[in-house]
């Protein structure tokens, strides 16, 4: 196990801290200022005004010289020749300015400090100045800039790539902006350690493997972790996941990662996808879209980033979480396109695809989740392509049995910069799933509306009563195209703040 961790442990970890210091006189190899968009021109964002002064007024056109706008997450580096303490500023766009008095908003402030964060590659420390007054503000620039700043450059031997920025300082005199800042690494060094599984390569990472980085991770954060191997998982009746896992010299696991507080009174339980790669099993997937399908353990990973996060600062809430982790292979033991599973919840399923396998773990894992009687299920997956059609990379969706709890869920990913979007569950989708020898077959004969037929199967699985919502993250767990705000190319860690930010509303 202490391999595990020496071998995941990123070589480059930035440090976050506040510092009260006014900008034109802080000591520092960069410092990073807000450029708003106006029809005049760039002009410095609050906070930058004493930078344009010691620079004589001439920020703006220097900008514009430059053909630089404002506009959001635009870039400029700026040398100072003495005029300041810091030889270079970095000038990030922040749009245009909010209407009157109007605070900027935390995302547009992530997304600029995630930005910045990037062009600061190659440079040890940097001081950041944005408009930071209250303490949402400055956890929101400190976590844009400790996502922005997240490198996986493990398996590169070269060293071409140029180390992330060491440490940065948020600038600003909030009261209580130490606090923020700590929560901020906190919700850092989760979603980036679930960047990191999503990138580790399926050879580094089989669901044996991921349970024993939970069980280490999770155990160090104070959290109970038991995991199930593929005996106990056969003996227990996990049909699904024993299903989807047999095809596989990786067998595959269930973990239950649990926190409790002795002062809470509600229980929410999350369910990930965890399938660490995902072949399609004898129902193949065509290889161009199989060279991703190590982040089809996307879901899971974001289930564990948000359960540490959750026992790290200690919120007083019981949160469970389930890890349904199976490597989908074709073999001569792999399941068949018309095997039928006995699953958990006593349902059986007939198997037509072996490519629809997201839902037969996660079938097992709600059913057993609902033996601890939560308040609410949410399950978190990289369930269908469908989803990458309708909403395309960045906008998962969102489909529950309860409208209030889709909504909740809905406004808490979009306060967290996190896309979603609420979608059906048509009821006519459920007679295409009838099958003439098991309860329910695994696919719909129709691909229209596939990522709703998804969320239909899931729905027969949760008793009646029990508030679920389900995710639908294909597209949003992995970033195939440039990096942007506070999002690197690869895994995202996508959903991760969202499930935290649950736990958040169901504490007290
Ligand atoms: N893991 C895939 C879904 C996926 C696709 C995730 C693209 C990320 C990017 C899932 O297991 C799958 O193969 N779904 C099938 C379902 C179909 C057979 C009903 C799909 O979407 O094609
Ligand atoms: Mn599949
Ligand atoms: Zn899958």
């Not at 410095?44 to 344009?52: I, K, S, T």
């Not at 053909?67 to 970095?90: D, H, M, S, Y």
């Not at 959750?310 to 809430?317: E, P």
Request: hydrophobic content about 45%; aromatic content about 4%.
């Amino acid at each position: 196990m202490r391999t595990v961790k020496a071998q995941l442990a990123s070589a480059h970890v930035t440090t976050v801290r506040v510092n009260a210091s006014d900008p034109v006189s802080i000591e520092t190899s960069a410092l990073v200022i807000g450029i708003y968009a106006s029809a005049d021109g760039p002009h410095p964002g609050p906070g930058a005004e004493g930078v344009d002064q010691a620079l004589s007024g001439r920020l703006g056109p220097t900008l514009t010289a430059m053909g630089f706008t404002g506009k959001p997450e635009e870039i400029a580096k700026i040398p100072t020749f003495g005029a300041l303490p810091a030889p270079i500023v970095v000038a990030v766009g922040l749009g245009d300015a909010p209407e009157g008095d109007q605070p900027l908003g935390t995302e547009a402030l992530r997304r600029a400090a995630g930005a910045a964060s990037r062009a600061l590659a190659g440079t040890n420390e940097a001081a950041f100045a944005l408009p930071a007054t209250t303490i949402a503000e400055v956890e929101a620039v400190a976590l844009g800039a400790l996502l922005g700043a997240y490198s996986f450059s493990k398996y590169q031997t070269n060293g071409q790539k140029r180390p992330p920025v060491a440490e940065v300082s948020v600038l600003t005199a909030a009261e209580g902006a130490e606090a923020a800042s700590l929560r901020a690494t906190t919700l850092a060094e989760a979603v980036n350690l679930v960047r990191d599984l999503v990138n580790t390569p399926p050879s580094d990472l089989w669901p044996a493997r991921l349970a024993e980085i939970a069980e280490e991770v999770g155990g160090k954060a104070g959290l109970t972790v038991e995991v199930l191997d593929e005996v106990a998982l056969k003996e227990a009746g996990y049909g699904g996941i024993v299903g989807v896992g047999q095809g596989s010299s990786n067998p595959p696991r269930l973990v239950r990662l649990a926190y409790t507080h002795p002062e809470a009174d509600r229980r929410i339980a999350f369910v990930g996808k965890g399938i660490t790669f995902d072949s399609g099993g004898l129902s193949l997937k065509p290889a161009a879209s199989m060279d991703w399908m190590k982040s089809d353990m996307g879901g899971a990973g974001a289930v564990l980033g948000a359960l540490l996060a959750v026992a790290r600062t200690g919120l007083k809430v019981n949160a469970v979480g389930y890890l349904c982790l199976a490597e989908n292979m074709p073999s001569g033991t792999a399941q068949r396109p018309s095997d039928v599973l006995h699953t958990y919840s006593g349902k059986t399923v007939e198997v037509l695809d072996t490519d629809a396998e997201g839902r037969l773990v996660l079938i097992d894992g709600i059913a057993r989740a609902t033996e601890d009687n939560p308040d609410l299920i949410i399950d978190v997956a990289t369930l269908t392509g469908a989803q990458i059609v309708a909403l395309g990379w960045r906008t998962c969706g969102i489909m529950s049995n309860d409208d209030e709890l889709r909504a909740e869920l809905v406004g808490v990913a979009q306060e967290q910069g996190e896309g979603a979007w609420g979608m059906p569950l048509p009821e006519e989708l459920r007679k295409g799933l009838d099958s003439p020898i098991a309860d329910i077959a695994n696919l719909h004969p129709e691909r229209w509306g596939g990522m709703l037929a998804a969320g239909i199967f899931l729905r027969e699985f949760v008793p009646e009563g029990v508030r679920w919502a389900h995710v639908d993250m294909a597209g949003p767990a992995f970033n195939k195209g440039e990096p942007h705000g506070y999002t690197p190319k690869g895994g995202t860690g996508a959903l991760t703040r969202t499930l935290f930010g649950i736990a958040e509303r169901y504490a007290r």
